[in-house]
Structures are given as structure tokens and as C-alpha cells.
């Protein structure tokens, strides 16, 4: 149980085009996902926490015009990185909490690989 | 604010031996700990939690860790490490009130046959 999808895994795009990166949980609902950014050989650093049906809450320096966040329904997140920039390029990795039982722990999925030329 | 130390970049650990990865962390109110491990170009699988009750955890994979409050750590062990634990190991840590993780930098682990 628990899992979360990401698609897709892996994206090249050029340098000012926009790219939608989808996060499912597959087998749980979630209120609340979270969306990370991973550079090489960092560790993670979140973006911003998403929550069915609201806005969602931007951490200090990411441009929320930048990555547009929508959280449709408990079972779907999509983060949009909007005129993509070659910085901009990284591993996006989201999470999600469930709505019933193990409400602690977040899940994480198996991330997205942006690379922008 | 709520922080996490991994203090090692990297552990190197024979095939057999006992593996330790080290965390310690700060957060205000009561500690809820997670260990995580990533392998390359992958999400993050969940090893084990603490959230309450007996300090020594028990998770997957034959992964154990130990909270200890007074010296504020959460260090992961195995008893015998195998190859296939080679990986990158995240600590992390939220309080109780909240949901937003902070993970430490991460451990690389290299398990040599």
C-alpha cells in the first residue's frame, strides 16, 4: 500500500516551453502532497506543500508564478515549471500524506528527471 | 525552526558488519524521526519512524534505529550489511504539530563484497 506515481520520469524541453509533471497516489487518498527538489548529490529541499482543493503554500524563494502548483483532487497533484530555464533543471520528487491511518508519514514518489536545453 | 545533522558523507562497511548512520536532529515539541533510503534516479522508500512509545524501532529490510532524547539522535543501524545496501540514506524529522519534513543531507552507504 501507499504508493505514488510520478509522470513522467524523465523530460528534456527547451529552454522557455512549460512542463507538467503529474503525482498520483495510486492505492490511498491525499489531502496533503509535497513537492521537492533534489540538485545532485544534495539532499531535498521543499518547494511548496499542497492541499486538495486550496492554494498551495510556497516555501520561502521558490516563485509560485514560477511552479504552479494544482491539487485537483485527493488523489492528484501537478506541478508546472513555467518557461523553463536550463537552472531549472533537477529532480522533482513529491510526497504525500494519507487521509486515513498512517497519517505521520509522508510517501514519496519515484520523481521526475527535468532536464531544460 | 527544526534541523537535521548527518555528520557522515559517507559510511564504508564490509559485507557482514554492522552498519551505523548517524543523525542527530532539533526541533521544537515532540520529534517525530523518519529514515528514508534513495537509490540512484529514484523517490524515496521508508524505512522506519519514530513517533512515540519504545526508543529502539524496528523497520524494513532489517533496519533498526534508536531515539535517544538526551543526546537528541536517531542513528540507523543494521546488524549485518549486505551489498545491496549500498544506497543513500536520509534522515529526517518533523514535530508533532506540523507536517513539514527537514531531512539532513544524506549518507552515502558503500557496502564492499
Known amino acids: 500500500g501507499a504508493v505514488v506515481s510520478q509522470h513522467p520520469s524523465r523530460v528534456i524541453c527547451k529552454s522557455g516551453t512549460s512542463v507538467k509533471i503529474e503525482c498520483r497516489s495510486l492505492?490511498?487518498?491525499?489531502?496533503?502532497m509535497f513537492w521537492y527538489r533534489q540538485f545532485p548529490k544534495q539532499s531535498l529541499m521543499l518547494m511548496a506543500t499542497?492541499?486538495?482543493?486550496?492554494?498551495?503554500?510556497?516555501e520561502q524563494g521558490v516563485e509560485k508564478d514560477k511552479f504552479l502548483i494544482n491539487h485537483a483532487s485527493l488523489t492528484l497533484s501537478t506541478l508546472t515549471v513555467t518557461s523553463a530555464h536550463p537552472e531549472d533543471s533537477s529532480f522533482y520528487i513529491c510526497?504525500?500524506?494519507?487521509?486515513?491511518?498512517?497519517?505521520?508519514?509522508?510517501?514519496f514518489g519515484p520523481g521526475t528527471r527535468l532536464l531544460v536545453l | 525552526a527544526q534541523s537535521v545533522a548527518q555528520p557522515e558523507d559517507q559510511v564504508n562497511v564490509a559485507e557482514g558488519n554492522p552498519l551505523t548512520v548517524k543523525c542527530t536532529y532539533s526541533?521544537?515539541?515532540?520529534?517525530?524521526l523518519f529514515w528514508y533510503v534513495q537509490y540512484p534516479n529514484r523517490g524515496l522508500q521508508f524505512l522506519l519512524k519514530?513517533?512515540?512509545?519504545?526508543?529502539l524501532v524496528k523497520g524494513s529490510y532489517g533496519f533498526e534505529a534508536e531515539f535517544n532524547k538526551s543526546q537528541t539522535s536517531f542513528h540507523l543501524k543494521k546488524p549485518s550489511a549486505l551489498v545491496s545496501d549500498s544506497a543513500l540514506y536520509f534522515c529526517?524529522?518533523?514535530?508533532?504539530?506540523?507536517?513539514?519534513?527537514?531531512f539532513g543531507g544524506g549518507t552515502r552507504v558503500l557496502v564492499k563484497p
Open positions: 529526517a524529522v518533523r514535530n508533532a504539530a506540523g507536517n513539514k519534513l527537514t
Open positions: 526541533v521544537s515539541g515532540n520529534p517525530y
Open positions: 510526497s504525500a500524506e494519507v487521509l486515513r491511518g498512517d497519517k505521520e508519514t509522508q510517501y
Open positions: 499542497s492541499n486538495e482543493g486550496s492554494k498551495a503554500t510556497y
Open positions: 492505492d490511498f487518498q491525499a489531502t496533503t
Open positions: 519514530y513517533i512515540t512509545g519504545d526508543n
